[in-house]
């Protein structure tokens, strides 16, 4: 299949898991440039900038058991789940990540080709889903966000989901909660059963608590264990949002052959139990994960095929399937029996066996040549209309101060104005005229000043942004008309940690150091600097 373009960097610390699943389509880092690195510390030593981070190895494969023994064989089915979780109420694709992949149109795309590969397909998302964090809210309250990324949902495919404890907060009558599934929430099915050709996957929902309490491993396990019982599936799967002495209960019911978790603080490896092996979804919706199922004996715990003799038989049947939907008329029928051969390559290991092959893949830009459906698009639309008239209303609402643009500061603190125009936050609004997203509330509120806030402003035409634009000082320094009006008897509000993450949250700014910032971004710093030069002239 087509690779998306290599990422010139990993953030420090980032997951094993993906960085493994994304190398795989963008190919390794190059060998040469890992052996090079001494050489490039002791350059770097030589001109004084700080040395490069050396680029690390693949994480090592670890030695795995091998697959259990077969039992009672039963006629072999195959089905795809495809599905996320913790979410968080993010819409579209922001450019400012280090991974910058995601949005519900690419999703969309993506389960089209997936549904394109033949296999019949069920997508499922494991909670956290509706909410997206309080300091990014700015313009948009959360009732129309997470009314917009449920229809979404529904939109892409969406069969069955866990709403979490804060999923539950916005609950309505929207058909997206008709989906939703919970053992432990009030007034939620706790079950469902999804056919799709001739198969029954049956879907179990866990929740991380309501009104405050935490589930009870024991308690969740006896609930799980009940559904279990209620109906005759080919397999059964737990979509849970709770932690993991929870997620481990579930799996040790007999029947259960999956649990699909939310990521928690670190997004783990599939976690081998006594029971059903646990799989957690990377969040913010910017990879789908993949499980193809394979169901040849009795509901029962799954094993990872990665822990068979034949992995890189299994990986070249997965890659097959991916690239089935890519290829021209005229090749179709050649990569079709490429599939089958891949397959019955496999097929004797998955005899008497219920196996899974799990894949992370990432929505990247290669998924923006395809078109969505027109109804996605239009929810994304009226998305950005609504969120302008919350802009609008908050803006508008009466405010003791009000926002009066760096123009205003720039009469009495010059020097300042003139450090800051050479800081990347001078320049944060053309990188979204770069991108073509300078109409998107999604991005104005981080690349613009007092967008939505009272007494500021909530209009994307061109004459406000030439007033607006860019990361100006009432951004780290809030309202400024008071200042203005009397400097001496009001001070400007301190620059604090939580101001920056307003912004500079994990997903969307993932290196941030609140200290290494403030000296590479601060305008005062910035003009001590460049005093601290002209005195040396």
Known sequence: MPRTPKLSKFRAGADARIYWNVTRYMGPVPARFVHAAPLLLALAACTGDPPPSPVSDLPPRLPVPTLAPPGPALPIKRVTLAWTGEVRGEIEVCGCPTVPYGGFERRDRYLDRLREQGEPLVVLDAGDMLVKGAKLARATDAALRGKTVLTLAVQVGLDAWAPS????????????????????????????????????????????????????????????????????????????????????????????????????ADLDTPVRTAGAPIIEAPDRGRFVSVVRWVIGTAPGPAGLVTDGASARGWDAWDDALERLPLQPPAALAAEKDRVARYWAAVEPEAAGRNLVLVRDRPLGTDLDLESAHDDVKSTLLAFQRASVGVAKTRAEAPSAVRYVSASRCQGCHNTYFTAWAFTDHAKAWQSLVTRQASQDPECVGCHSTAWGEPGGNAS????????WHAVQCESCHGP??????????????????????????????????????????????????????????
């Open 165 to 264: 404890t804060t999923d539950l907060e916005l609950r309505d009558t929207s058909e997206g909660w008709s989906r939703a599934l919970s053992v432990n929430a009030d007034g939620l099915d706790g079950w469902r059963v999804v056919e799709r050709d001739g198969l029954r996957i049956g879907v179990i929902g866990v929740s991380s608590g309501a009104a405050g309490r935490a589930p009870d491993p024991a308690e969740i396990a006896e609930r799980v264990g009940a559904a279990v019982r209620a109906a005759t599936v080919d397999g059964w799967v737990v979509l849970s949002s709770a932690g993991t002495d929870v997620n481990k209960a579930a799996a040790t019911v007999p029947g259960v052959g999956l649990v699909l978790a939310t990521r928690g």
């Open 460 to 467: 994307l035409a061109q004459p406000a942004m030439n007033t």
């Open 480 to 537: 400024g008309s008071a200042h203005a009006d009397d400097p001496h008897g009001h001070k400007t509000t301190p620059i604090e940690p939580s101001t920056c993450l307003a912004c500079h949250d994990p997903a969307n700014s993932p290196q941030f150091d609140y200290g290494a910032y403030m000296k590479r971004w601060s305008c005062v710093l910035q003009k001590r600097e460049a005093d601290s030069r002209a005195g040396q002239r």
